[in-house]
């Protein structure tokens, strides 16, 4: 079956409010994941029955036509036979949407088909394993595909298949009126639990002539290079190809600031009666007092991906807005927390605060809306090790070093910006380019060849007039704009 295509014109964009359920309600929402665990880990058993019988029974020499029948994966398949079955299995099936049974399948069908295609070597990335049966303190989530899904005219409620109308917590104004004057459509709805306890509705909706909005002004440098960093100073430096500072955007650190309160909660929730016990390893049923100290845990947690994901949100969308060709370097951020252990354990924390994956995808989609460019340089481009003045490279660089001395022609600059402005410079070829938005890696400019010096332009290394980011001599002390040291 094809899937969805997008109408010429139109783009895709989720809006996502926060609920605010009755008692009712919520035993409902509570259900219906429920329902959706259910439906993936019964036939998640059944798939591994099978699949061990069949392995059981290749061992005793039996032929492949004579094997037990195999279960095929796909969602169709699965589905089917779960209607087969529910009626024994689940006889309370009737309680919930069907919807709910279906997220559950397609998160196995999904789950089956990556590990499937990672044995055979056709996924990219690291390897998948088997999937695994959820817990009941999983992720709660269900996605409606089907049935009555509107936002409500009073602009403070929406409807759901089998849930009724659900008031939400801000106004839904700004989906409403698109949807009235006919430029939005909804596709399908998803209800989800955080690690606080607070359920979120994100509508998945087409929108027609998403452009840049009329009141922002244009920004004089449409050719900017963007570099990632984990500094409380530097989450984001943008620079322009001729050397000058366009942003310099704050790390959040909202995991950092939260650290003293999790280990006070997490210290608390170690002396109370907790769902294991070491000394008899055994399970037991949790303490009260315990369930609340994990409550404040989840609420804790879910205030610091709030705040880290409103200032991303900010940052990225008046990028996006404002310039025209955005160049970002191509982070591995999953394999740069992979090893280390415990002597690299703060690096990763911060690593993990920064979320330097979701500035990315942010971006990504962001400049498909008002019409933006995102150019990736290539992963092994050394932005960081390049001098922005004379184009050498210096190989031994540390993390630790936080200014960049050339030992060529010994310009003194600030890391971050020098990385920044190489980036920018890789967007020069394409301004003015016509082609689609897109995230693809910039062609032919790999990485700048130490036998030819790149063109310093008129950034030639030297910092901006911002006090903060003067060059500084070897005693630490700023000194002369344009001095070499």
């Not at 989720?14 to 509570?30: E, I, N, S, V």
């Not at 290079?225 to 989450?235: H, I, R, S, T, Y």
């Not at 008046?318 to 160049?327: K, P």
Request: aromatic content about 6%.
């Amino acid at each position: 079956m094809a899937g969805f295509e997008i109408p010429a014109g139109w783009t895709a964009q989720a809006y996502r409010f926060a609920l605010d359920p009755t008692p009712t309600q919520l035993r409902a929402l509570a259900s219906h994941a429920g329902a959706a665990r259910f439906a993936h880990n019964h036939m998640l058993a059944l798939v591994k029955a099978v699949m061990d019988q069949r392995a059981a029974e290749r061992s005793y020499g039996i032929t492949e036509a004579e094997l037990t029948p195999a279960l095929r994966w796909s969602l169709p398949a699965l589905r089917k036979v779960w209607n087969q079955r529910k009626a024994l299995c689940a006889p309370w099936w009737g309680e919930n949407s069907k919807e709910a049974y279906n997220t559950g399948l397609d998160g196995l069908a999904r789950g089956l088909d990556a590990w499937s295609k990672s044995r055979r070597g056709r996924r990219a990335g690291q390897a998948v394993g088997f999937p695994r049966f959820k817990a009941a303190r999983a992720p709660k989530s269900v996605r409606f595909t089907t049935g009555v899904i509107r936002v409500e005219a009073d602009r403070r409620h929406v409807t759901l298949p089998r849930l009724g109308a659900v008031r939400t917590h801000e106004s839904t104004r700004k989906l409403a009126r698109r949807i009235e004057a006919g430029t939005a459509r909804v596709l399908s709805a998803t209800v989800r639990q955080d690690s606080g306890g607070r359920w979120y509705c994100a509508l998945q909706v087409i929108v027609e002539a998403k452009t840049r909005p009329a009141h922002v002004p244009d920004s004089p440098y449409p050719v900017v290079g963007v570099d990632f960093g984990v500094k409380a100073d530097g989450l984001m430096v943008v620079a322009t190809p001729d050397g000058r500072e366009v942003d310099r955007i704050a790390a959040p650190k909202s995991l950092t600031a939260a650290q003293f309160r999790l280990r006070a909660l997490q210290r608390r929730a170690a002396r109370q009666h907790g769902p294991y016990d070491c000394q008899t390893r055994t399970r037991r049923q949790p303490s009260q007092r315990w369930r609340a100290t994990q409550t404040r845990i989840g609420r804790t947690h879910a205030h610091v991906a709030a705040v880290r994901r409103d200032v991303l949100h900010k940052a990225t969308t008046t990028l996006a807005q404002q310039h025209q060709v955005i160049v970002v370097e191509t982070l591995n951020a999953s394999g740069m927390r992979t090893k280390g252990g415990a002597r690299k354990r703060g690096l990763n924390r911060a690593l993990a605060d920064a979320a330097l994956a979701e500035v990315r995808r942010m971006l990504t989609y962001k400049t498909v809306w008002y019409g933006s460019h995102l150019e990736a340089a290539d992963r092994f481009y050394p932005s960081s090790k390049t001098c922005s003045a004379c184009g050498r490279r210096k190989p031994n660089l540390t993390l630790a070093d936080r200014i960049f001395e050339c030992g060529d022609c010994g310009v003194r600059i600030d890391r971050d910006l020098n990385a920044a402005i190489n980036l920018a410079r890789l967007g020069e070829p394409h301004w003015g380019e016509h082609s689609p938005a897109g995230s693809g890696p910039v062609a032919g400019r790999g990485a700048t060849r130490e036998t030819e010096p790149a063109p310093a332009g008129d950034a030639a290394g030297d910092e901006t007039s911002t006090p903060h980011h003067q060059p500084v001599d070897q005693t630490g002390t700023a000194s002369p704009q344009g001095e070499a040291a």
